[in-house]
């Protein structure tokens, strides 16, 4: 079983972000802000898209930009979910 930090690199990996020290602790930040009420939701959102764009447009050329990016955007769903636990995340 994955610990919260595997699971993490697991998930930056798949989406193509190298899992360093930077991305997790971009994310750990982005999750204190928001907790701490700093950023709203639509922020972090925005926040999201820009990473979501920047690393969809580096998709293998064996998947389309739609099924690419659906699979980035599942798994920002897991890194930075922007829903209470078990709701489901804003359709995009």
Same mark, same amino acid.
């Not at 009420?37 to 064996?62: K, N, T």
């Given at each position: 079983?994955?610990n919260?930090? =595997?699971?993490?690199? /697991? %998930?930056?990996?798949?989406?193509?972000? !190298?899992?360093?020290?930077? +991305?997790?602790?971009?994310?750990?930040l982005?999750?204190?802000?928001?907790?701490?009420?700093?950023?709203?939701?639509?922020?972090?959102?925005?926040?999201? =898209?820009?990473?979501? /764009? %920047?690393?969809?447009?580096?998709?293998? !050329?064996?998947?389309?930009? +739609?099924?690419?990016?659906?699979?980035?955007?599942?798994?920002?769903?897991?890194?930075?979910?922007?829903?209470?636990?078990?709701?489901?995340?804003?359709?995009?």
């Amino acid at each position: 079983m994955q610990n919260d930090s =595997e699971r993490v690199r /697991a %998930d930056l990996d798949a989406i193509g972000m !190298r899992a360093s020290g930077t +991305a997790v602790g971009l994310l750990q930040l982005l999750k204190e802000l928001l907790d701490a009420g700093v950023l709203g939701h639509d922020s972090v959102e925005r926040i999201r =898209e820009a990473i979501i /764009a %920047d690393v969809a447009g580096q998709r293998p !050329r064996s998947q389309t930009q +739609a099924e690419f990016e659906k699979r980035v955007r599942e798994r920002m769903d897991h890194l930075l979910p922007l829903t209470p636990e078990g709701e489901a995340p804003v359709a995009h």
